[in-house]
């Protein structure tokens, strides 16, 4: 626990002091734990699914060696509409989670980032992947509201 608590404190310090995560993450990614993380839900009224899975893609998304980092969703309600919420997001998951880490994009949850980020219109290769996974995104949030 000591390496991970090392990594948080290290962390906190290195966003005050404008160094950058990966840059720690290189240093220390030999000597961090395993982490779990659990997203709990219950009723899919009271904790929307679109809430409930931008949370879960975000934790995935985290500055973390992938192979250490494991996301579990806990449906105590056992709600279909979240299950299949759930589905939907793994393959969105595999353009949102590479767009994050290639970018380097801060917030990661999709919904906040595509609520305020700018498209990249310096990089044309950068504006066509940022507009593919927005497209990528609306679609998942028009097929998931329109069942």
Not at 11 to 38: C, M, T, W
Not at 121 to 144: G, H, Q, T
Request: net charge negative.
């Amino acid at each position: 626990m000591f390496p991970f608590s090392l990594y948080v404190l290290y962390s906190i310090q290195a966003r005050h002091f404008g160094y950058n995560d990966y840059e720690l993450l290189d240093r220390y990614e030999k000597d961090l734990p395993g982490v779990d993380i659990f997203v709990c839900t219950a009723d899919p009224e009271i904790e929307p699914p679109t809430m409930v899975i931008n949370t879960v893609l975000s934790m995935m998304a985290y500055d973390y060696p992938p192979e250490k980092l494991s996301v579990y969703l806990s449906d105590d309600g056992g709600s279909d509409l979240t299950f299949y919420a759930m589905l939907e997001a793994s393959r969105f998951s595999k353009h949102w989670l590479p767009f994050c880490k290639k970018l380097k994009i801060q917030p990661r949850s999709p919904e906040a980032y595509f609520r305020t980020a700018l498209e990249p219109l310096d990089d044309p290769n950068k504006a066509k992947e940022w507009l593919f996974v927005k497209v990528n995104i609306v679609d998942f949030m028009a097929s998931f509201f329109n069942s």
